[in-house]
């Protein structure tokens, strides 16, 4: 049975190991995600199968946090799902918990993420939960905008080399 809960005890270390199994998910170190149970664990999600007998098995996860600059942003940081869970509403689920969170969490209006350009699945999961793509509206001084398939993107945002598409969904 899929269970969608906050990130608690040791259930970072289950999360750092997911992260270093997903291409295209960057695997911070481990005291990262533990910092973040600590400090952020209400905006820290599993998505986890309960089994009867046994420890639960991590499908997914989604890390986030209430910005300090974007007043009111719940900001999705990474959200991934196992390879043999996709497919299976994990990511969906996970982000639809997160949006609910974010309703009732005091002073939050909307959630907000991120996204690569290159990252077509995400993309897929942010547009068919009813993000709207709002890159314009965080671009800093000095960034470009470009398009990519169509998509408005923030040219290496992160001086990473990567284009970033901003979505959000106001609540």
């Not at 170190?29 to 973040?36: D, L, Q, S, T, W």
């Not at 997914?60 to 043999?84: C, N, Y």
């Amino acid at each position: 049975m899929l269970a969608i809960d906050t990130v608690r005890g040791e259930d970072y270390k289950a999360v750092h190991r997911l992260a270093g199994e997903i291409d295209g998910i960057v695997q911070h170190a481990g005291h990262v995600y533990k910092i973040m149970a600590d400090h952020f664990g209400d905006s820290f999600f599993i998505a986890h199968e309960k089994k009867q007998n046994g420890p639960s098995v991590v499908l997914g996860f989604m890390l986030g946090f209430v910005s300090q600059k974007f007043k009111g942003h719940l900001f999705v940081w990474q959200i991934a799902v196992s390879h043999k869970s996709q497919g299976k509403k994990v990511g969906s689920g996970l982000l639809k918990h997160t949006v609910e969170y974010a309703r009732k969490t005091r002073d939050c209006h909307a959630v907000m993420a991120t996204v690569e350009t290159t990252n077509i699945g995400s993309q897929r999961l942010f547009e068919k939960l009813g993000f709207t793509i709002r890159s314009e509206k965080f671009r800093g001084n000095g960034q470009v905008l470009t398009v990519h398939h169509g998509k408005e993107a923030v040219e290496n945002f992160y001086g990473s080399g990567t284009d970033q598409i901003f979505y959000v969904m106001e609540l």
